[in-house]
């Protein structure tokens, strides 16, 4: 038997009171009062939240749910993991804010996480996912001195003025982007829905074509940024061979291969980066939410000899936050310390296998990496059926899990458990998982 990874409350799930219990509606109502109604998950998830332990979520109703959506994939050791609480709180006591002038912590961060990569690179701060991938453009253009950077449709790379018109959907673009002209996007392999005979090598192919022709994209081209695998566009595993082929294109026309490693990082896919299942070197790596397990902090890795940036090249008050960092080289150090890489293949494996004994024609695909896993909901067919994930989210909840959607017609259900969860509760999670799909 594996020790427990976590503080979960291993009875979970526990219903006392059918969600939402009379103490959240309380506090629901509060904050509806007090903040904007754009809110998007609180319409999914009912509850007011007492506290979190290891793999599960307390309602303040007394309610344990297990927790499959580690906030978007970004406590992926688990809430409160004892490890790494305790670094913070070492850190606590040292510094909380130093702008760029070194720490031991900062200095130690960036050796742990330069040993992780698999290439020589140097380390630019940043604060948010949205900020990383902002900055990892600016490089490739300084770089290249060039514009235009390629990226996919389905891709999802922050929701800022200007990272949004690298985003692929159009709904988060309404009133934010600014610009997009300089944007050329591509499909993105998506075995599913793939409207090519061959997925992977027709799209290679189209991306090629488009470089090497004046007419299309010719020779503006400062690089491409791409998802290993789709996070919101909807857990999208391409093909293998994907980010090898962009490599090489990438080497054909001496342009950066930034790779957003935003959502996949951090162990989730099973290894410490998804790059590293088609072992390539990146150019420009991404990296944010699980980095700092909950304390926002996110950073660009990008190859030395790149280092040639001018001083004040990217600004922002909070970049490397201290506490981030030490949650960061504690999370790093407790990944390796406890073989979660391969642990999350292993269980990965079983989610999948437990998974496709489903019965039920409005499960369509069932289909992931590691822990990210997505299950798309269909009707008629192939048709997406987007009422189908809101109807599975709110069943969850209701019996004590807690999962999410994604995908480009909202019709993915995604899961993302912590990576330290303990076995007994993913088997209970898969139980009433199945059942509410068999049930569909
Ligand atoms: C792949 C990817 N890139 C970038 C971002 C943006 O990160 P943030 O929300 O921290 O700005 C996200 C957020 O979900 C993401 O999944």
Known sequence: MEQNLDDSILEAPVINVIPPGPKSLK?????????????NYPKYFKIAIDKALGSTVIDVDGNVYIDMVTGISVVNL????PYIRRAVEEQLGKIWH??????EIRVNFSKKLLSTLGFKAKLLFTTTGADAVEAAVKIARWITGKKTIITFEGSYHGITAGTVGLTGANRYKNFTQFFDDRVAKFPYPYPYRCPFKDCLNEILDLIDYAL???GYLGDDVAGILVEPIQGEGGYVVPPKGFLKG???????YSIPLIVDEVQTGVGRTGKMWAYQW???EPDIVCISKAIGEGIPVSMVAYRQDYDKLPIGFHLGTYRGNPLGLAAGLAALEFIEKYDILSRVQRLGNKIIKELSTVNNSHVGDIRGLGFMIGIELVKDGKNPWSEGTKKVIEEA??????????GRWDNVIRLMPPLTIPEILLDRALTILNDILNSL
């Not at 506090?27 to 809110?39: G, R």
């Not at 688990?78 to 993991?81: L, R, S």
């Open 98 to 103: 130093s702008l760029e002038v070194p720490t």
């Open 212 to 214: 090497s022709n004046p």
């Open 278 to 280: 088609e072992n390539i």
């Open 78 to 81: 688990g809430h409160n993991n």
């Open 27 to 39: 506090i629901i109502k509060e904050q509806e009062e007090y903040e904007t109604s754009a809110l």
């Open 397 to 406: 909840l209701k019996r004590g899990l807690l999962v999410y959607k994604a």
């Open 246 to 252: 962009l490599r090489e294109i990438a080497d054909k």
